[in-house]
């Protein structure tokens, strides 16, 4: 089994940035696609990014394309998501997710295409 444990979340002004971590026990993750999701009050759980396993490939959400990056630390266990420039829109309760799978694929941008879930970080961006 995989736990998966997010931090850094917190209250920011618009055009600011956050780093929300990661971190992930129970198996190394180092072979494991990542994703991180967002779900704001009374919306669906978005797509934000994902990083495969293997080869390093990642992939973004339209309305954070330029402005997030994904990366991970594989001797920490840990994946990062870093927030630059960020927009009130981006408030939101952010996920990290998992899959066994070490390759990105069209499931990587849904919630389905992953099998473990953190519990989840508040994001709040004022304007």
């Known amino acids: 089994q995989v736990q998966l444990v997010e931090s850094g979340g917190g209250l920011v002004q618009a055009g600011g940035s956050l780093r929300l971590s990661c971190a992930a026990s129970g198996r190394t993750v180092s072979y494991y696609a990542m994703g991180w999701f967002r779900q704001a009050p009374g919306k669906e759980r978005e797509f934000v990014a994902a990083?495969?396993?293997?080869?390093?490939?990642?992939y973004y959400g339209d309305s954070v394309k330029g402005r997030f990056t994904i990366s991970r630390d594989n001797a920490k266990n840990t994946v990062y998501l870093q927030m630059n420039s960020l927009k009130p829109e981006d408030t939101a309760v952010y996920y990290c997710?998992?899959?066994?799978?070490?390759?990105?694929?069209?499931?990587?941008?849904?919630?389905?295409?992953?099998?473990?879930w953190g519990q989840g970080t508040q994001v709040t961006v004022s304007s």
């Open positions: 997710a998992a899959d066994a799978s070490p390759f990105l694929s069209p499931d990587s941008a849904t919630p389905k295409g992953y099998g473990y």
């Open positions: 990083r495969a396993g293997i080869g390093g490939s990642t």
